[in-house]
């Protein structure tokens, strides 16, 4: 199998499997999310998790919170507010319907 650095060192399993569940995929999908950078599509080597929404120590509603997951290359994560700029993306591609 083609292990990445992200896959062994930095994610527990225990970890990716209830992002799994929480996402409904399954946790090799949830590994590919992670895998590419989500600015340059080169091989990530940062995973990330955004949530947005509602807390989870809050009133957690289920189906409210949004997760996002994505990988970001060793180039990208130097790069100032990246994850600001990648998550106003995101979300925004989320709540704009196709
Ligand atoms: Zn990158």
């Keep these: 199998m083609n292990q990445t650095g992200i896959r062994s060192s930095l994610l527990p399993e225990e970890f990716v499997s209830l992002l799994a569940e929480h996402n409904h995929s399954t946790v090799d999908e949830i590994y590919a999310m992670f ?13 990330v998790v955004v949530l947005e929404g509602e807390s ?34 995101l979300f925004e591609e989320l709540r704009t319907p196709k």
């Design 35 to 47: 895998s590419s950078c989500a600015q340059c599509h080169q091989d990530a080597v940062y995973p």
């Design 56 to 89: 989870w120590l809050g009133n957690s509603v289920a189906g409210k919170l949004r997760l996002a997951l994505y990988g970001l290359c060793e180039q990208c994560a130097a790069v100032p507010d990246v994850i600001q700029i990648i998550n106003r993306k």
